[in-house]
């Protein structure tokens, strides 16, 4: 009797699972088969603004703040994302003499020059936690003293153009419209709904929700050993590229970093210290492009879809090396804090575009602006050297 009980439930068992794979299977294949129509070229090589998008900023822009305060530690405003800083270290970006013709704009005119930068490595986290916790990793490059009329008017950053990336491929939501609903339930706490915001399936975000659960990876074994992604479109002259800072160990002196001890909150200094600091060991990566091709389903306005590396393969522009330096004191931490990096801190050559971009602008503007009015009497009172504006411009020469 009790044989026959058991199997009779291992056959149920079997059938169950059997058709848990099945119906797994075919929702796979269906997804495939509609994301393969749906994401078929060709597209647009022009932005499209949504007449929504204004009134959109301007209250992304309040939730921003209102996340800013509510994180704040003891003593400082941070940054409303990548709040945590692994170090700010200086670097040389070198245009690769033999750049192709068509690639030849703005910061990369000129073969063989090189720009003096500041590169600060980041957890992507609204407040700082234990650099073991998945998280996206970021890297914003700032070119120094580069000449010419930038796209922000602020005296402050004239002289500068920055590269703002994070180390995952796609953006976890498409437009303006979508980054308001999404901000507002996660600012509420709302995770679910931040994906799901209503009973009607027409709203629904399931594929979002995938990048969003991907771009939170376990943490790379140093910040120098992971691949940084501008994830939204930019122009190069009259192209439409999107770009990328990929590590390229065979550009340095060969070097094996010691294993780190993860379980340390802040292993990701840690490793950049051992590195730079005490094993003078420098570190390596490429810059490169991806131009857009339009007759591909390679979009403007949609940063969630990655655009295929095989129709338009990324190329190099330009050689990054950060030589090894002591960066770990108060003075260049506090700096690097003060730091403003921002995409539309750069050339009319390198134009940020896309409605994420555009989003980028007014936000990144309104949030530095804010932490550093309310950081600034703390600054007077704890650092023997307060950092001001004009400090920044004269640290960063
Ligand atoms: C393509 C997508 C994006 C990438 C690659 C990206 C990457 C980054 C990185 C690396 C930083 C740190 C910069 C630093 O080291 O100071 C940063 C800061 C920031 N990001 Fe983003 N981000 C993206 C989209 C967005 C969006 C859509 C928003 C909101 C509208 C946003 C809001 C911010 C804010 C407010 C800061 C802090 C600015 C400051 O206080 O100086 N980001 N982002």
């Not at 597209?43 to 603004?49: A, M, N």
């Not at 399931?206 to 943490?219: Q, Y």
């Not at 990929?246 to 950049?272: G, H, I, K, W």
Request: aromatic share 10%.
């Amino acid at each position: 009797m009790l044989k026959r009980f058991w199997l009779w439930l291992g056959r149920l068992l079997g059938k169950l699972l059997f058709t848990v794979v099945l119906v797994g299977l075919v929702g796979w294949g269906l997804g495939e088969a509609y994301y393969a129509w749906k994401f078929s070229g060709p597209v647009s090589t022009q932005e499209q603004i949504a007449p929504d998008e204004k009134a959109l900023t301007r209250l992304i822009i309040e939730d921003a703040v209102r996340i800013v305060e509510q994180h704040r530690d003891n003593t400082r405003v941070l940054r409303d994302a990548h709040a945590k800083a692994h170090g700010c270290v200086k670097a040389e970006v070198q245009v690769l003499d033999t750049l192709d013709e068509s690639l030849r704009q703005g910061v990369f005119s000129e073969p063989g020059h090189t720009w003096q930068a500041w590169m600060r490595l980041s957890n992507g986290n609204a407040y700082p936690q234990f650099d073991r916790a998945r998280d996206a990793r970021g890297m914003a490059i700032k070119l120094l003293d580069v000449p010419g009329k930038k796209l922000m008017k602020s005296p402050v950053h004239a002289g500068e153009q920055d590269f703002v990336m994070f180390n995952h491929p796609a953006f976890f939501v498409r437009d303006v419209a979508e980054y308001r609903t999404n901000f507002a339930a996660q600012a509420d706490g709302k995770k679910v709904q931040a994906f799901f915001p209503s009973w009607d399936p027409r709203t629904w975000e399931a594929r979002h929700l995938i990048i969003a659960l991907k771009t939170l990876a376990p943490a790379p074994e140093s910040p120098v050993a992971t691949t940084y992604n501008s994830i939204a479109p930019f122009k190069l002259g009259e192209l439409n590229i999107k770009y990328r800072v990929v590590p390229a160990p065979q550009n340095c002196p060969p070097y094996e970093l010691p294993e780190q001890n993860t379980d340390l909150p802040n292993f990701l200094r840690n490793a950049l210290y051992q590195q730079l600091s005490l094993d003078r060991a420098p570190a390596c990566f490429e810059l490169q492009v991806q131009k857009q091709n339009a007759q591909y389903y390679m979009p403007i306005e949609d940063p969630t879809v990655e655009w295929s590396e095989k129709i338009s393969p990324f190329e190099s522009v330009a050689r990054i090396t950060v030589q090894p330096q002591d960066f770990d004191s108060r003075e260049q931490n506090l700096f690097c804090d003060n730091l403003s990096f921002n995409p539309w801190h750069a050339l009319p050559e390198h134009r940020p575009i896309g409605g994420i971009n555009r989003l980028r602008k007014s936000v990144y503007e309104a949030v530095s602006a804010y932490r550093h009015q309310r950081n600034a009497p703390a600054l007077a009172n704890a650092a023997p050297q307060p950092v001001t504006q004009e400090t920044e411009v004269e640290l960063s020469q």
